[in-house]
């Protein structure tokens, strides 16, 4: 533990926002998971929700500096890409 007082709180702060990124990363994580089991489920309608509550999610995790702007982009394409194929399979 440190002994200089900034140090103590750079201790305490950053502890607080390790403990806030991993609830927000995990949130993040079952938003895409969710997305991933409706559309595997072949429900359209939910499918349609989890996609766009993933997407969200993702784009607020950039905003917090999260993940990276390229790697949300990636989740989000590949989502839309399997929710399309299947809205296509579905017609």
Known sequence: MPNIKS?????KTSEKRRALNASQKSAL???????D?????????????AVAL???????????????KNKAARKKSRLAQKLNALQAQQA
Not at 29 to 35: E, G, N, P, W
Not at 37 to 49: F, G, N, P, Q, V
Request: proline share 0%.
């Open 7 to 11: 140090a103590i709180k750079r201790v």
């Open 29 to 35: 994580r079952t938003a895409v998971k969710a997305a």
């Open 37 to 49: 089991t409706a559309i595997a489920a072949a429900d359209l309608e939910a499918a349609k929700a």
């Open 54 to 68: 993933a997407s969200k999610k993702l784009d607020k995790a950039v905003t917090k500096g999260l993940i990276h």
